[in-house]
């Protein structure tokens, strides 16, 4: 069994910064890429940010330049930086993982997601 648990979330004003977390626990053999998605009312589930098992990183173009998306694999936890907060930024934050398993087997397992709110 492996657990995707995410934190951070909150309240931030426009222009402002908050750092999300997503840690793997339980069977956890290996992780591969890493995935930050978002979904905010009413819209689809939107990939924000990815990364893969050496560190190489893609973002989507609404938040290039603004958000970082980093890994400690000591702590089999990815983060997100975001900075320069707009109110468009306001959803649900998810974390995606590509894990390996201890029966060796890679599955795709989600967090439970948390709420980001953007506002003044």
């Known amino acids: 069994q492996v657990q995707l648990v995410e934190s951070g979330g909150g309240l931030v004003q426009p222009g402002g910064s908050l750092t999300l977390s997503c840690a793997a626990s339980g069977s956890v053999l290996r992780i591969n890429r890493m995935e930050w998605y978002r979904q905010a009312p009413g819209k689809e589930r939107d990939l924000v940010a990815g990364?893969?098992?050496?560190?190489?990183?893609n973002y989507a173009d609404s938040v290039k330049g603004r958000f970082t998306i980093s890994r400690d694999n000591a702590k089999n936890t990815v983060y997100l930086q975001m900075n320069s907060l707009k109110p468009e930024d306001t959803a649900v934050y998810l974390c995606?993982?590509?894990?390996?398993?201890?029966?060796?087997?890679?599955?795709?397992?989600w967090g439970q997601g948390t709420q980001v709110i953007v506002s003044s």
């Open positions: 995606n993982g590509y894990i390996q398993a201890l029966d060796y087997i890679q599955r795709s397992y």
């Open positions: 990364i893969t098992s050496d560190g190489s990183t």
